[in-house]
């Protein structure tokens, strides 16, 4: 366990860099800690890294560094992480920074010189994000026709949104949602554990919609800064003609707007151009494509991020972990 004073250098680096990706808060390393993963921080000449590293069998460990590092002088930052992660006899460390594209002109080879690429991301590589500085008419006029439509719709209907910490309802909806479009779901523990360490702070919610005083539909909103997610949410199976979800996507982004924050990121959309989106979205239902055609009609932009970045330790076991992540994959929208 981290020192006191450990815990402050790192809770000092996050509130530095204001616009840090709530994945690289020391409350997120915490939540990870709860669920088969071992959080490190470290921070060195205005750089600053939280690891995460989950333990394989016969002692190794891949290392994963999400939306990171924060600051600058990350070659710098690279030799203790390297020592790290030996130490720790991890295959390969996994770095995703938190970048859209196009990246910065030279950014790979002045600030991840003797990485591989690797196209394939743990977190969804491509998104969704709204720009909440317009005010409320703008962010209505900048939706699709239909979801502005189904927002008056729910209202019409008499759906309410509201906070909760009925965190049980909200898994009973996952699960149903999963059933239906094929979603991986965590386990209660897990949706409980993360509003527990963030709700507290202010940077996590649980919103409701409700009808008649039944629940129909949930969303789990983090918040940092001035930065907002929408990681988590669920929908019954016998309500949908209300349109809940509308309702409770726009609320989402009111009470984010109102909180401060400037930019809401619907995380997770087929990872395609956007021209191919547009042309397909009707017909696919696989994978992310049904969420997209939700998603879509919220207006924002879509953005790509940058791609993984790779540190192979141990060559021949990233091979074998390779055969087995192919065996294991899965289609999941869900946060690593």
């Not at 680096?13 to 990706?21: E, R």
């Not at 594209?101 to 991301?121: I, M, R, S």
């Amino acid at each position: 366990m981290a020192s006191d004073s450990i815990k402050a250098a790192e809770d000092k680096a996050v509130a530095i860099h204001s616009d840090t990706h709530i994945l690289q808060t020391p409350q997120w390393g915490q939540f990870k800690n709860s669920f088969g993963w071992q959080a490190v921080n470290l921070t060195k000449d205005g750089a600053s890294a939280q690891i995460l590293f989950k333990r394989l069998p016969l002692g190794l460990s891949i290392a994963y560094l999400p939306k990171g590092p924060l600051g600058n002088n990350w070659q710098e930052l690279w030799p203790a992480v390297d020592a790290l992660c030996k130490q720790n006899r991890a295959i390969f460390l996994q770095v995703e920074p938190d970048l859209f594209e196009p990246l910065p002109e030279n950014f790979v080879q002045t600030c991840l010189a003797g990485f591989v690429t690797e196209p394939e991301t743990i977190q969804p590589r491509r998104t969704i994000v709204v720009d909440l500085q317009p005010d409320e008419d703008l962010l209505l006029a900048a939706m699709k026709q239909k979801t502005r439509y189904n927002i008056r719709l729910a209202k019409k209907h008499g759906v309410e949104v509201r906070t909760s910490t009925d965190i049980a309802t909200f898994h009973r909806l996952s699960e149903t949602t999963g059933n239906r479009d094929g979603f991986y779901i965590h386990p209660l523990a897990y949706y409980q554990k993360a509003h527990e360490l963030f709700a507290p702070q202010g940077e996590c919610v649980l919103l409701e919609a409700v009808h008649n005083g039944t629940v129909l539909a949930g969303l789990m909103l983090f918040l940092k800064g001035k930065r907002s997610w929408y990681f988590y949410g669920a929908s019954d199976d016998t309500s949908r003609n209300l349109m809940p979800t509308y309702l409770l996507q726009w609320e989402a982004m009111c009470y984010a707007k109102n909180r401060g924050c400037t930019s809401y990121d619907l995380w997770g959309i087929p990872d395609e151009d956007e021209a191919k989106l547009e042309a397909e979205f009707m017909q696919r239902k696989d994978g992310l494509w049904g969420v997209y055609r939700f998603k879509r009609g919220f207006g924002g932009q879509v953005r790509r991020s940058a791609p993984a970045f790779l540190r192979i330790y141990r060559p021949l076991w990233y091979q074998a972990y390779l055969l087995y992540r192919q065996q294991r994959k899965a289609g999941s929208n869900a946060p690593a």
